[in-house]
């Protein structure tokens, strides 16, 4: 998404040359409100009424005068490659950008986004649709793939689960399902980023994985979760201070290993697999200490074999054989039958 963008036109010239056809107070007016003046602030209505002495609805009255008499002028129509160059730069990004993303692609600095903006609000071709629930403030050139991504964003929304997550080439493969009748020139990994980040309801986490933004996978928001994020990316089991390290390495927030341990303790998501190894219990590691787990088996399976029992144990608990088998000495809980087998007293 950080491409170098080469534009034959500078964009406060641009804006200079559009506002010139206006008044003195129409000028102030619309450099104030667009932020286009030396310190790239935005003034609300009120604050340019108070300037004036005006009301912030007279003063929306000279912001709307002004921009028509803009679009009105010759020297709009001495802009038209600038629009033409801007159009052709939009549909290279996707057709439809959100506007964080259509401004920090054409500059970091923060006076030259004021002007960029400017020159798509007075530019008549292009269409700003405001931010909702589902959607962030966007730009497009054309109604009709505005539509279609839009669409597609929602269908995507509703086939993840509330808490899954996706590897970003496959929610991309994904979403080309939904876009299968665009145009091929649409059709490349950072486009479809792009109109990914338009969803205020799917996310990305700190990992790079998707999924539903309302999801604590997504939109991570204390140690817990980090931890499931990063046991998750680990894909076995791990050490709590490994857990640390790692909540620290991905998400550079400060992570005590005493108080990692403390929340996995207290968290049904994880599992204590072993000394200090915790597993996810969604990988299907059964809870409880080494004791409670043989009863589990035992309750499961009915009366195993020491040699069985041991076995069993092994695949839910990274402990040592002898731990195993000092707890089904234990007569309070484990009996063994006459052909040698142990059951649940």
């Not at 912030?56 to 001495?78: D, P, W």
């Not at 792009?194 to 799917?202: A, P």
């Not at 640390?244 to 207290?266: P, R, S």
């Not at 069993?312 to 731990?323: A, F, G, S």
């Amino acid at each position: 998404m950080s491409e170098k963008i080469n534009l034959s036109f500078k964009p406060k010239e641009a804006c200079r040359r559009l506002l010139s056809v206006l008044t003195k107070r129409g000028q102030d007016v619309i450099v104030s409100r667009y932020g286009l003046g030396a310190k790239a602030q935005k003034l609300t209505l009120d604050a340019i009424g108070k300037k004036y002495n005006i009301t912030r609805e007279r003063v929306r009255q000279i912001e709307n005068h002004s921009l028509a008499t803009i679009r009105k002028s010759k020297a709009y129509k001495e802009s038209e490659p600038v629009f033409t160059e801007l159009k052709a730069m939009l549909l290279g990004l996707g057709g439809i950008v959100s506007e964080k993303d259509l401004l920090h692609h054409l500059s970091p600095d923060p006076g030259l986004q004021n002007h960029f903006h400017f020159l798509f609000v007075i530019g008549e071709e292009f269409k700003r649709e405001k931010e909702d629930e589902e959607f962030k403030h966007r730009w497009h050139v054309d109604q009709e793939l505005s539509q279609k991504i839009q669409a597609a964003l929602r269908k995507l929304y509703a086939k993840l689960s509330d808490d899954e997550l996706v590897v970003e080439g496959d929610l991309i493969n994904s979403f080309l399902e939904e876009v299968k009748d665009l145009n091929d020139k649409y059709k490349n990994e950072e486009v479809i980023k792009r109109w990914l980040s338009i969803s205020h309801k799917i996310g990305k986490n700190p990992l790079g994985e998707w999924g539903r933004a309302s999801s604590p996978n997504v939109n991570a928001k204390g140690m817990r979760d980090y931890a499931f994020l990063v046991i998750r990316k680990h894909g076995s089991p791990i050490h709590f201070k490994e857990v640390a390290k790692a909540i620290e390495l991905y998400f550079n927030k400060k992570a005590h290993v005493a108080t990692t341990h403390n929340e996995l303790i207290k968290d049904k998501r994880f599992v204590l697999v072993g000394r200090g190894l915790y597993a996810l219990s969604e990988w299907g590691y059964m809870s409880g200490v080494v004791k409670d787990v043989i009863r589990k088996i035992l309750e499961k399976e009915g009366p195993l074999s020491k040699e069985k029992i041991v076995e069993k144990v092994l695949k839910e608990r990274y402990v040592k054989e002898n731990t195993i088998l000092v707890n089904l000495q234990n007569s309070k809980y484990f009996k063994k039958d006459k052909d040698n087998r142990y059951h649940n007293a």
